[in-house]
């Protein structure tokens, strides 16, 4: 349990000063009463956000020197035990004075222009009213509130407006709860919204939403300068204008243009201030409180007196249509003077001269003109006309239903006459967008959670209670608006009908200019705000380093100040200026905030779900039904605000997002959307069976081999990129290699070697997963990979390797005895195999074939995995133009027509193009030996040979073998000619052995030449498959020479071990003089079907 303790100065230092003590007012807890050591002198407080130095890497963060309050006297130890609930009132005055309604990073910003003066009187860390309360109650009541709000509720009636507000303060509520919970889990530093999102959803969802809640931040700014503009030239200056209308029909284009003017020189002049230093905007902060407390009290007060004594504000009526107040000053038709009737200024407008038999409008002629009292008052019982909507089209009359009139047939309305008319159509979701911004700024109490005493309580108390007292302002006001003023008043948007007065500012007491002039700081304020926090806002997103091309808006001033966020948000705002109308403005900004909010109700939904360890609020009252109804009641705002707008806004966000995800840089934050991945697949390798897949959902899923040089770099690249056009992204692929070693003495090389595979993998475009073992043998490890690598159902089931070039060197440490063992483990494992051949020679990912053959040289069917890999292969750029040929080999007695008309008929049913050849000169002996295979027995009985003729043959090639002269021992290498066949050496093979054994004596030639033969190895079954290997090469060699990639049936190894060099000549001698080779051997199942 904290201990709260104060140190009570006991008499004064030697050198006069003022004693400081570590608790006094602020000692709330144990962790006030620890000093902490100041900054050096000359350096900030602390840094500033995104600044290089991540501050949830730390635990356990205090960024800020915990406060020294100085006692003013020494008569303070009477008071000390209630100084901890109770401050001294020189701490709360002092608290007041030093209020300021920026983030925290502005106020860093700010102390690291000050020098230590500004540190000396250094306001104490807020609680909850300061800190949260009062910024979230000035940034929710703002400008829509004193203009816009007496119009919705004209328009929509009472019940309607009340349904607005009531969904809106829902959501808000909704979002502040869940917003609660993400705020109070932890620490959250300078960047509010933008940080929590990051944090919970990861970068791409966190610079998405930030962006967004960015561009509504700016938008915001645009409006409330729009929102002071207006006040000032319809309610202050209306003189003011710069471009005056000729005409009553030009009014409202000559009132866009005087904004835009007079908006764009507000925007020059307030980004000049917040350039100069917030520290301007931070001192104005508590003014433009003050305003908008006073306005509100002023509306309430002016309520209550409508009581007991209405104001006098006359309305005049022509029939049931509201007239304006310019022109004329009688609400008349004559005027009696002197025992006589004089026309009126009235009669004068609407009829062609002052005469009385003068002609005038139809419908002023046939209806009376009378006046009634704009605010009759609360005990009026005009709430009851007001309960309906009155919803009208552009340019409509404003009209009082009760009123009786007697109707022109077929009017035509003249231009110039004094009517109050609708300037934009109003319907209900239009009016929900427009109000929407009104109770936005729930964010300001997070944003400043380091400027915060206790946050993880303040943020949650004060900023419920700060929405539930503007909810309760806003449904109040809707209510006593529809009782107080008039139908006719309230849909009267600029108070033409009062004379150009605001409606609400005369509703207010002790006088209307406490409105205006308060309305007018209030949203000039409310401007500078915006133009304060958004730059440093997306200063943040731009020092997280994930959006590239916002670098350079993370530099500014040598104090951290954002000087090209601050230029770009100007140039944003400035297109919102030029918009001109705050009811096009407000509904853009309604988009980006409701996205902002139904991200923050998604993260919190999420988190709870996921139910991750460190999810651990301090703020209890929240549920993840409670975020999902929020996120949906945001989405639902988002398209009944503006459909399109709706799409627009997401069609950004998601731009960014794709944006981010293959562009911008990896960050691990932890976020809740890498532990849905993680949950969404467990639950799917639960779900997929561990057994083989069906043979219409069979793909390759590859484990590639690689091998490592001496510094742990791949030795061969290009398997990497035959692997992504193999892949296309699609399946699964491990890249797996092994390290030879120890697992304590290698782990080191061993991440340096995973480093190494991955950063290649990036550059190849290889998307998959990295496996390295670590094994006392390469044998053992590459035995590991293949029975382990995978999970669940997830395992590969194909391997993919390279050709060891190298094989017959002695010092190779993939030699051919694990290259053998390899392709048994996986014929046991039941996997295919595909191995590459001269694999440095194929194409990288860059490279694109114009023309060319893929060359399928299809001996044995064990699956149809060698139909599957070029189609798969032509699917990637590099091979698309490729044509497909597959060639297969006829038997002595098989009609080689019928047979190419079956082949032909077979992939028309496997929906592949090819040309099909059918090749049938190759000796009984090369097909018999090139099927080693399951049906090796069942083709020995078709072809019908005699054992005397086989051994006839075997006596043949017997004999060609006892007449060379170049005959050694068992390390064999295939003839490169059909014409010169050999067991053991070819003649290249013995002017290389010639060459590389060569001394100053001979003594190393006539060594060779001394060796014995091994007649015992020669038996028939080596001589059939080397006759084999070297006419198959040949037939090859004549119709694929020129081909792009040729695929051919791997044999398998030989069940007798002591055959297995043998086996490695047979292939090197079926795929010599090839320049691109795949040998493929099926995993003995099928992988296509002619079924759908």
Excluded at 571 to 588: K, N
Excluded at 591 to 609: D, E, G, K, R, W
Excluded at 682 to 704: D, S
Excluded at 1032 to 1038: A, C, E, I, K, P
């Amino acid at each position: 349990m904290p201990t709260n303790f104060t140190v009570v100065p006991v008499e004064a230092r030697a050198d006069g000063g003022q004693d400081e003590a570590a608790g006094g007012a602020e000692a709330a807890g144990g962790a006030e009463g620890t000093e902490a050591p100041g900054p050096p002198e000359g350096e900030p407080d602390c840094q500033s956000p995104g600044d290089g130095n991540p501050r949830e890497n730390s635990p356990f963060i205090n960024h800020t020197e915990v406060e020294q309050e100085s006692f003013e006297g020494k008569n303070m130890a009477l008071f000390e035990e209630e100084m901890d609930s109770n401050p001294m009132v020189s701490s709360l005055l002092n608290k007041l004075a030093n209020y300021t309604n920026l983030s925290q990073g502005v106020v860093e910003h700010e102390e690291h222009e000050d020098d230590s003066k500004r540190r000396e009187v250094k306001s104490p860390r807020m609680g909850t009213f300061i800190g949260v309360y009062l910024p979230c109650l000035q940034n929710i009541l703002g400008v829509i509130l004193f203009l816009r709000l007496t119009w919705i509720v004209g328009a929509a009636g009472v019940l309607e407006s009340f349904l607005i507000v009531f969904m809106c303060c829902t959501c808000t509520m909704l979002t502040a709860i869940s917003m609660s919970a993400i705020a109070t889990n932890g620490v959250v530093p300078a960047g509010g919204s933008y940080y929590m999102i990051s944090r919970s959803l990861g970068p791409e969802f966190g610079g998405a939403v930030g962006l967004c809640f960015y561009l509504g931040t700016t938008f915001a700014g645009a409006m409330y300068i729009l929102g002071t503009i207006e006040i000032f030239l319809t309610y202050i200056s209306p003189s003011a204008a710069i471009i005056q209308a000729d005409t009553a029909e030009g009014e409202a284009a000559a009132m866009l243009h005087n904004m835009r003017v007079y908006g764009t020189c507000t925007l020059v002049l307030m980004a000049m201030v917040v350039f100069v230093g917030v520290k301007y905007v931070n001192k104005l902060a508590l003014v433009f409180l003050a305003c908008v407390v006073l306005s509100i009290l002023a509306i309430y007060a002016g309520v209550i007196k409508t009581a007991f004594d209405p104001p006098d504000i006359p309305v005049c009526l022509l029939g049931n249509r509201t007239l304006s107040r310019r022109g004329f000053d009688v609400c008349a038709k004559f005027l009696a003077a002197d025992n006589s009737t004089m026309p009126t200024a009235l009669w004068g407008i609407f009829c062609n001269s002052s005469m009385p038999n003068a002609t005038c409008d139809e419908y002023f002629a046939q209806n009376n003109v009378t006046e009634i009292q704009g605010i009759p008052g609360v005990a009026s019982g005009v709430l009851l006309d007001n309960l309906w909507s009155a919803y009208a089209d552009k340019g409509a009359f404003v009209e009082r239903k009760s009123t009786p009139s007697v109707p022109v047939p077929e009017e035509s309305r003249a231009s110039g006459l004094p009517y109050v008319l609708t300037d934009i159509m109003t319907y209900f979701t239009m009016l929900v967008g427009i109000y929407f911004p009104s109770v936005t700024g729930i964010m300001a109490g997070s944003n400043r959670s380091g400027d915060l005493r206790d946050a993880q309580k303040s943020i949650p108390t004060g900023t419920i209670l700060a929405i539930v007292t503007t909810s309760f302002i806003y449904l109040s006001c809707i209510v006593l608006f529809g009782a107080c003023i008039e139908g006719v008043i309230l849909r009267d948007k600029f108070g033409e009908a009062l004379q150009g007065k605001l409606v609400i500012g005369m509703l207010a007491w002790p006088s209307p200019w406490v409105i205006v002039i308060g309305s007018f700081f209030s949203t000039c304020g409310a401007g500078l705000q915006s133009l304060t926090g958004a730059p440093r806002l997306l200063q943040a997103i731009a020092r997280d380093g994930i959006i590239p091309f916002l670098q350079v808006f993370g530099h500014g001033k040598a104090n951290g100040e954002p000087t090209w966020a601050l230029l770009l948000t100007a140039l944003i705002c400035e297109t919102g200026i030029l918009i001109a109308s705050l009811d096009s403005v407000a509904p853009i900004l309604s988009m980006f905030f409701l996205m902002c909010y139904m991200f923050v109700n998604l993260a919190c939904a999420v988190q709870t779900l996921l139910r991750t360890p460190n999810w651990r609020p301090r703020f209890r009252y929240y549920h993840w039904a409670l975020s999902f109804l929020g996120m949906s009641l945001c989405l639902a705002l988002m398209f009944i605000c503006s459909w399109y707008y709706a799409l627009f806004a997401m069609l950004i966000a998601g731009c960014i997002y794709k944006y981010i995800e293959y562009r911008g840089a990896e960050k691990e934050w932890g976020d809740g959307i890498r532990g849905l991945s993680l949950n969404a697949a467990r639950y799917a390798l639960l779900r997929v069976e561990h057994g083989p897949p069906h043979t219409k959902n069979w793909r390759p899923q590859v484990l590639v081999m690689l091998s490592l040089d001496e510094e742990q770099r791949v030795r061969h690249p290009r398997l990497l990129s035959l692997t992504t056009q193999l892949k296309a992204g699609k399946g699964l692929t491990i890249v797996g290699s092994v390290l030879e070693g120890t697992y304590l003495d290698k782990h080191v090389e061993a991440q340096r070697a995973e480093e190494n595979i991955r950063s290649l993998m990036g550059v190849e475009k290889t998307k998959g997963f990295c496996q390295l073992v670590v094994s006392s043998s390469l044998r053992d490890g590459m035995s590991h990979l293949i029975q382990s690598a995978g999970l669940g159902g997830m395992k590969h089931n194909t391997v993919l390797m390279a050709w060891p070039e190298s094989w017959k060197q002695e010092d190779n440490t993939f030699s051919w005895k694990n290259f053998v063992e390899t392709v048994r483990d996986t014929t046991a494992a039941q996997q295919a195999l595909l191995v590459a051949k001269n694999v440095d020679l194929f194409p990288q990912n860059q490279e694109r074939f114009s023309d060319g053959d893929i060359d399928v040289w299809w001996v044995v069917h064990d699956g149809g995995l060698l139909m599957l890999l070029p189609f798969l292969l032509r699917q990637h750029k590099v091979w698309r133009k490729c044509r497909m040929r597959i060639f297969t080999v006829a038997q002595v007695d098989d009609n080689s027509i019928q047979m190419k008309k079956d082949l032909q008929m077979f992939l028309y049913h496997l929906r592949i193009s090819a040309e099909v050849e059918v090749e049938n000169d190759i000796s009984a002996f090369t097909y018999e030996k090139t099927l080693m295979m399951e049906q090796r027995s069942q083709m020995l009985k078709q072809m019908q040979l005699s054992k005397t003729e086989r051994e006839r043959e075997a006596q043949l090639i017997h004999d060609r073998n006892t007449a060379s002269h170049s005959v050694v021992a068992t390390r064999t290498q295939a003839p490169s000619t059909p014409d010169k066949v050999q067991m053991t050496w070819t003649k290249e093979k013995l002017i290389a052995e010639k060459y590389k054994n060569k001394e100053p004596g001979m003594s190393g030639f006539k060594d060779l030449f001394s060796l014995k033969p091994e007649w015992g190895n020669l038996n028939q079954s080596n001589v059939r498959r080397m006759h084999t290997a070297v006419k198959l090469n040949g037939v090859v060699l004549s119709r694929s020479r020129g081909a792009q990639l040729v695929l051919l049936n791997m044999p398998g190894p030989p069940r007798n071990r002591q055959g297995d060099e043998n086996y490695m000549e047979f292939l090197e001698v079926l795929t010599e003089g090839l320049d691109r080779v795949l040998l493929v051997r099926g995993s003995g199942r099928e992988v296509v079907t002619i079924y759908s």
